[in-house]
């Protein structure tokens, strides 16, 4: 059971509402975490334009690849279950990929740059070496695409916290952390 109160969608804040219905209306269903952060409709705002916009940036594979590793880093089971379900729905990495990518690796040469920079992003709170810099570069990714990474990396880090504090029950199959 999750420590916070997660509204259904007519329970949460009159403002937040029009946006759960965007939501429900692009996934055909309002998942757990958008109900939750919900409660707060600027919070809800902010990260569905953040969300919005990265969704502009890197491709969905690449995006979903991030996502995994930063959620295997920050232990959230929810969004590794959520990230698992839609890296193998929307995104169509195989089994092995998903494996890789939340070890902080993926079987494409291009990905495996980014993936190995966003988990040392988030382990080192951003802190990387040069040389960190300089691998995904080297892998083809130019400044605008390691802003990306790094923003993505941001976006996944906050709703890795919503869900862990929240404990966050999971309406995903369910993936935990420690499987990896």
Do not use: W
Request: net charge neutral.
């Amino acid at each position: 059971m999750s420590r916070l109160t997660i509204p259904t969608r007519d329970e949460a804040p009159a403002a937040s509402q029009p946006l759960l219905d965007a939501v429900g209306k692009q996934l055909g269903v309002i998942p757990n975490l958008f109900r939750l952060v919900g409660l707060s409709p600027a919070a809800l705002e902010g990260y569905l334009g953040f969300n919005t916009a990265l969704g502009k940036t890197l491709d969905v594979k690449t995006r979903e690849r991030i996502a995994l590793t930063v959620a295997q880093v920050n232990g959230c089971d929810y969004c590794l279950s959520a990230h698992s379900y839609l890296a193998t729905n929307l995104a169509k990495l195989d089994v092995a990929e998903i494996a890789l990518n939340r070890k902080g690796h993926s079987n494409d040469a291009k990905a495996d740059a980014a993936v190995i920079f966003a988990q040392k992003v988030a382990t080192a709170r951003g802190k990387v070496s040069d040389a960190d810099i300089v691998a995904v570069k080297a892998a083809g990714f130019t400044d605008a695409q390691v802003v990306e990474i790094v923003a993505n990396v941001a976006l996944n880090v906050l709703t890795n916290f919503v869900n862990n504090v929240a404990d966050t029950a999971i309406d995903f199959p369910v993936v935990h952390a420690r499987a990896a």
